[in-house]
């Protein structure tokens, strides 16, 4: 016979017990039940002296496992080109990561500081824009109706010119540059296309500092800015 038994102090929580025979008497049952208490308050005695309460921190050597949820239509953001990304944030972090078919990641490491790092990596290329929400971009093309910025790995926005600054621009080259490096809020995204429009102009309105900046760098370039509102110039991306 096979009988185990588990339990706290206060009684038991999991039995399993695997026979050969049609059965057992209830006294062989109960004698083994009683048996199996002092041998597991004994134990429990024993473990209390040693630890009495789960540690606070695990110890530093003691492996991490984390889980955490992506969209599923970003998988291949994470997983990147032949696998590109996710070998470097491997290679990066040291962790061990795996990516399941419903978007559940499971990162491994023995040191949390690494695992937080590749959690953090995953979530930046996994990330979806969000209405409201402010990012820093990098300006990838200039039109004369707007500019696109890369505001995530792999996802641009349109800030359109009237949405730059607070006052009227002719020519956006004049005020921003490819490469370079700004905030901007997401204002809509369309629920058919995906596409985002993006401002500038929403973030610095009632700035004085930085409408002066901004009125100074254009000065600069030998353009005179106007107090004017927009015309609605319409465009598709």
């Known amino acids: 016979m096979d009988f185990k038994v588990a339990g706290t102090e206060k009684g038991i929580t999991a039995i399993q017990m695997d026979i050969k025979i049609s059965g057992i008497s209830f006294e062989i049952f109960e004698e083994a039940l009683q048996k199996a208490k002092e041998a597991r308050l004994k134990v429990l005695d024993i473990m209390n002296k040693t630890i009495s309460k789960p540690r606070e921190n695990l110890s530093p050597y003691a492996p991490r496992l984390f889980t955490i949820y992506i969209p599923k239509e970003k998988i291949g953001d994470v997983i990147g080109t032949g696998g590109k990304i996710i070998r470097s944030i491997i290679e990066t972090t040291g962790c061990k990561i795996e990516i399941e078919n419903d978007g559940k990641v499971i990162v491994s490491s023995s040191n949390e500081e690494s ?26 093309r200039i039109e004369p109706y707007g ?13 359109h010119i009237s949405e730059f600054t607070t006052f009227r621009i002719e020519d956006l080259k004049q005020i921003v540059k490819l490469g370079e490096e700004i905030e901007v809020k997401v204002i809509d995204i369309d629920p058919e296309t995906k596409k985002v429009k993006l401002s500038r102009k929403a973030l610095i309105i009632g700035n004085k500092e930085k409408e002066e900046q901004d009125k100074i760098k254009y000065q600069k370039s030998g353009k005179n800015y106007q107090n004017k509102n927009y015309r609605n110039r319409r465009q598709n991306y």
């Open 115 to 140: 695992a937080k790092k590749a959690i953090d990596l995953i979530e930046h290329y996994s990330a979806v824009p969000e209405i409201g929400k402010i990012y820093k971009g990098i300006v990838q």
């Open 147 to 159: 500019v696109f910025v890369e505001i995530l790995p792999g996802v641009d926005g349109l800030l």
